[in-house]
């Protein structure tokens, strides 16, 4: 019975070794390999909270560490990826003095998103939806989205590089903003109540049928509209 309370933190571990090893191959400039090492990370990191509700293995450490892992398989790992692209920009650009430093602002990824994971521990109210962005979606969309545009750079390098640290600030700021999104967590299978999730899942199936990896990054962008539409009903 002691072994059974350590397999959610057990999965939440690989969580965290499936960032780590994003992490190698952005540093690489691998992004597709970074990318699925991060659709991983999120996988592990709905078992976790799976497997925790399933076997009524919750405990403190598992929530520090379920914490601590998303930071880096959600923050870091999305942000070197970031950090690779602009980078493979600024090279193509050859930026020289302060703007050669331009890639750094990829950086803005792990902080917000740092400061994301620290306001929903101590936030009541997001105990069955959120408020604000949640890393794991927003670590898919700058995944997919840096991977299906690094074929664009030897033509829009400035565009890119710039487009991007802009787009960055702004969904940085979506994580620490007060704006409700609903959770794919279902009570149950009927379709009243959980309308928004059925479209997202039956959309996301499409876009990705569609653009590919670059699906991944719309289906975000639709879950962020319908947590707006789903906010003024």
């Given at each position: 019975?002691?072994?059974?309370?350590?397999?959610?933190?057990?999965?939440?571990c690989l969580n965290l070794f499936s960032?780590?090893?994003?992490?190698?191959?952005?540093?690489?400039?691998?992004?597709?390999?970074?990318?699925?090492?991060?659709?991983?990370?999120?996988?592990?990191?709905?078992?976790?909270?799976?497997?925790?509700?399933?076997?009524?293995?919750?405990?403190?450490?598992?929530?520090?560490?379920?914490?601590?892992?998303?930071?880096?398989?959600?923050?870091?790992?999305?942000?070197?990826?970031?950090?690779?692209?602009?980078?493979?920009?600024?090279?193509?650009?050859?930026?020289?003095?302060?703007?050669?430093?331009?890639?750094?602002?990829?950086?803005?990824?792990?902080?917000?998103?740092?400061?994301?994971?620290?306001?929903?521990?101590?936030?009541?109210?997001?105990?069955?939806?959120?408020?604000?962005?949640?890393?794991?979606?927003?670590?898919?969309?700058?995944?997919?989205?840096?991977?299906?545009?690094?074929?664009?750079?030897?033509?829009?390098?400035?565009?890119?590089?710039?487009?991007?640290?802009?787009?960055?600030?702004?969904?940085?700021?979506?994580?620490?903003?007060?704006?409700?999104?609903?959770?794919?967590?279902?009570?149950?299978?009927?379709?009243?109540?959980?309308?928004?999730?059925?479209?997202?899942?039956?959309?996301?199936?499409?876009?990705?049928?569609?653009?590919?990896?670059?699906?991944?990054?719309?289906?975000?962008?639709?879950?962020?509209?319908?947590?707006?539409?789903?906010?003024?009903?």
């Amino acid at each position: 019975m002691n072994l059974i309370k350590h397999i959610p933190n057990t999965i939440t571990c690989l969580n965290l070794f499936s960032g780590c090893m994003s992490i190698v191959a952005a540093i690489g400039g691998d992004l597709r390999t970074a990318f699925i090492w991060i659709v991983g990370a999120a996988v592990f990191d709905f078992m976790d909270g799976f497997a925790a509700r399933l076997l009524k293995a919750y405990s403190p450490m598992g929530k520090e560490l379920d914490s601590l892992s998303d930071v880096v398989s959600f923050g870091v790992a999305p942000g070197m990826i970031l950090y690779s692209l602009f980078s493979q920009a600024a090279l193509l650009m050859n930026l020289q003095g302060c703007l050669a430093l331009l890639p750094f602002c990829a950086f803005v990824i792990p902080v917000f998103s740092g400061l994301r994971l620290a306001k929903f521990n101590i936030d009541e109210r997001q105990t069955t939806s959120f408020i604000g962005l949640p890393v794991p979606a927003h670590a898919l969309f700058w995944g997919s989205l840096a991977y299906s545009v690094q074929a664009w750079l030897p033509m829009n390098a400035s565009w890119l590089l710039y487009g991007g640290i802009i787009l960055a600030c702004l969904t940085s700021y979506l994580l620490v903003s007060e704006i409700p999104m609903f959770s794919m967590k279902v009570k149950s299978v009927s379709w009243k109540g959980n309308e928004c999730r059925y479209i997202l899942l039956l959309a996301a199936i499409l876009f990705i049928a569609f653009w590919g990896y670059l699906g991944i990054a719309g289906t975000i962008v639709l879950y962020f509209i319908l947590s707006l539409f789903n906010r003024n009903k």
